[in-house]
């Protein structure tokens, strides 16, 4: 079974930058694609950003230029660069692996 723990989430100020990290156990990122998704409250949950089992990235267009995802396949963890954040960043963020999904980090953007 595949259990994954977000860590990184936070309060800042918009523009300032947190690092989200998802840490995977009964599974493999470098086999599988894996999933950034983000809840904020009264919406869906979206994708904000992925990796393919090759490395490839994948952004959604409203954090293109300002977020990075990443992996270190040794520790088996999945990052999330997050720059330049905004008010409309603030969120609970989660990963996804092989359909399974961590509890979520939170993260909120404000003044």
């Known amino acids: 079974q595949v259990q994954l723990v977000e860590s990184g989430g936070g309060l800042v100020q918009p523009g300032e930058s947190l690092r989200l990290s998802c840490a995977a156990s009964g599974g493999s990122f470098s086999e599988n694609a894996m999933g950034w998704y983000r809840q904020a409250p009264g919406k869906q949950r979206e994708l904000v950003a992925g990796i393919t089992g090759y490395g490839r990235p994948i952004y959604a267009d409203s954090v293109k230029g300002r977020f990075t995802i990443s992996r270190d396949t040794a520790k088996n963890t999945v990052y999330l660069q997050m720059n330049s954040l905004k008010p409309e960043d603030t969120a609970v963020y989660y990963c996804?692996?092989?359909?399974?999904w961590g509890q979520g980090t939170q993260v909120t953007v404000s003044s």
């Open positions: 996804e692996l092989q359909s399974y």
